[in-house]
């Protein structure tokens, strides 16, 4: 986890100064064991299929990533953005084949056939009516859980 003292001065003074929501106290909730779920990534990487449209800066919008899907571009627009890991291995930021072991372990009961990426660099409440859109469609299409790959 990067901190304040590990950033240049001036990005640490915005991030000081950025007002973040509050969301109190959230309370854990049970719910089936994770080998009876499926599961679903969802990354906040800019991730999308190659020939999809790139996020715009600032996107509040997502992009739906097929289960089958290797051919991966990152539109994050940030400079301090770390590619270096992602193009070695996919899976640092969109653990696929990771999710796959485990249900052939058994750990999960399945793998999503669609996974979700949004661009991080946006604000939270811009972000609400796409992710209140994204959990509609991630319980009609039956997932139990998600894999977040915050980035």
């Known amino acids: 986890m990067a901190r304040l003292s590990d950033l240049p001065e001036a990005m640490a003074r915005r991030m000081a100064e950025r007002?973040?929501?509050?969301?109190?106290?959230?309370?854990?909730?049970?719910?089936?064991?994770?080998?009876?779920?499926?599961?679903?990534?969802?990354?906040?990487?800019?991730l999308a299929s190659r020939g999809d449209r790139p996020f715009a800066r600032l996107a509040s919008d997502y992009?739906?990533?097929?289960?089958?899907?290797?051919?991966?571009?990152?539109?994050?627009?940030?400079?301090n953005f770390d590619r270096t890991g992602f193009q070695?291995?996919?899976?640092v930021m969109?653990?696929?084949?990771?999710?796959?072991?485990?249900?052939?372990?058994?750990?999960?009961s399945g793998v999503a056939e669609r996974h979700y990426s949004f661009m991080g660099a946006t604000a939270v409440e811009a972000l609400l009516p796409a992710a209140r859109d994204l959990a509609s469609q991630l319980k009609a299409d039956g997932v139990g859980g998600v894999l977040l790959a915050p980035v």
């Open 19 to 46: 007002d973040f929501p509050d969301y109190g106290p959230t309370p854990a909730t049970g719910g089936p064991p994770l080998a009876r779920q499926r599961i679903a990534i969802v990354s906040t990487a800019g």
């Open 63 to 79: 992009r739906t990533i097929p289960g089958d899907e290797r051919d991966l571009v990152i539109s994050h627009v940030s400079s």
């Open 88 to 91: 070695e291995d996919v899976n």
């Open 94 to 108: 969109f653990p696929l084949d990771r999710l796959r072991e485990l249900a052939a372990e058994g750990a999960i």
